[in-house]
């Protein structure tokens, strides 16, 4: 398995490892259901240095990126985020990331280990200048309503000026880091691109901190569950488009992309299956493949699932038919039949992510 540069500080924090696409990873530290209430609540840091960072430089390597995607990333402005799907020539899913413009004449695209070695052969061979960062960056992201001021304690004045889904570079330490404020739990948090040589010393100092505490694969899993935010490889795959996985407020439609026909032929006729949020009326989770009936009839599948800890019922994504795509409506799921209905996104609804920062706060 490989291993990510911060692979020795799993042991310091009796961290369990799993093999996660072929990259040996944390899947947690003292325990599941305790470090996701620690980023509820306070602030937990995760290793995500196994994620793919590719610099991308120039309008018309940008332009060649927009003919990859659902979205007009040549129009992001300098400092902003945008989340969005690379596709394969039919419309499906290859992964899906996030776009951040670090100036007029660089772009970040950060994606997925599931597919990188797929991302880079086709980002290598269709956008005319393109670096491929992974190897030579660690990210870690920490995540939880203290995190502000934490990040203030160690000299990262850029988070005063950081809104919602903005990063910039910033020097720490005579590093030179990336900062986004972004994440995968719905926490206020921030993303730390730092080079691979300084990504112990962070780790350790943010570490170290008393209201921060290591965090592994399984809490990422139910935090993200609760924000109902799709997994790249599980929920988005080949066979799904970006407007199946209700991704279609991401879809630069005056632009041209792979499948758009396909797309647009769906977006039309209403007639495909649509990816929604499903709760059960207690802790029972559905699971994945777990078949979804309506009126004892086979609708949909079942993509994600788990026990949410925060909300305290089962929670879990599938795919139904448009039709039956509406907040309320009932199906039964799995091999017992147990009743879950379509909820409103997201599951938690009280997360600190989209906060404004007051100056009080800091």
């Known amino acids: 398995m490989q291993q990510t540069p911060l692979f020795s500080q799993y042991a310091e924090h009796h ?21 996701h209430r620690q980023v509820r609540e306070a602030a937990g840091i995760f290793d995500c240095s196994h994620m793919g960072e590719f610099l991308i430089r120039g309008r018309d390597s940008f332009a060649a990126l927009d003919r990859l995607v659902i979205g007009d990333l040549s129009s992001l402005a300098v400092n902003k985020c945008r989340y969005t799907t690379l596709l394969h020539e039919d419309g499906g899913i290859l992964d899906d990331g996030v776009a951040l413009r670090l100036s007029e004449e660089e772009l970040l695209l950060v994606t997925n280990a599931g597919a990188l070695d797929t991302v880079d052969a086709l980002l290598g061979a269709q956008v005319p200048s393109v670096e491929n960062l992974s190897a030579t960056l660690a990210k870690i992201d920490i995540q939880g309503p203290l995190v502000p001021r934490i990040l203030l304690e160690f000299g990262f004045e850029c988070v005063r000026h950081l809104g919602f889904w903005v990063g910039m570079r910033h020097e720490w330490k005579g590093l030179e880091l990336i900062v986004a404020r972004a994440g995968y739990t719905g926490e206020w948090g921030y993303e730390l691109f730092v080079p691979a040589e300084g990504a112990v010393a962070l780790w350790q100092m943010l570490a170290a901190h008393p209201s921060v505490k290591p965090c592994g694969l399984g809490a990422r899993d139910t935090l993200r569950m609760e924000m109902g935010y799709p997994l790249s490889g599980q929920d988005l795959t080949a066979d799904r488009t970006a ?11 005056d632009t041209d992309f792979p499948g758009k026909a396909r797309m647009e032929q769906q977006r039309d006729s209403q007639d495909y299956q649509k990816l929604v949020l499903l709760r059960s009326a207690d802790k029972r989770a559905p699971r994945n493949g777990f078949v979804l009936k309506h009126e004892g009839e086979e609708v949909g599948v079942v993509t994600s699932g788990t026990f949410g800890p925060t909300v305290a019922y089962g929670i879990g994504l599938g795919y139904v038919p448009c039709s039956l795509a509406t907040p309320g409506v009932a199906f039964e799921a799995g091999p017992r039949n147990m009743t879950v209905q379509i909820e409103t996104a997201p599951f938690y609804k009280e997360s600190t992510g989209r906060k404004k920062i007051e100056a009080q706060q800091l």
Not at 243 to 253: H, K, S, T, Y
């Open 243 to 253: 407007l199946e996985a209700g991704l279609d407020r991401f879809i630069a439609w």
């Open 15 to 35: 961290g369990r490892v799993v093999d996660f696409h072929g990259w040996a990873l944390p899947i947690q530290f003292s325990g599941i259901m305790e470090e």
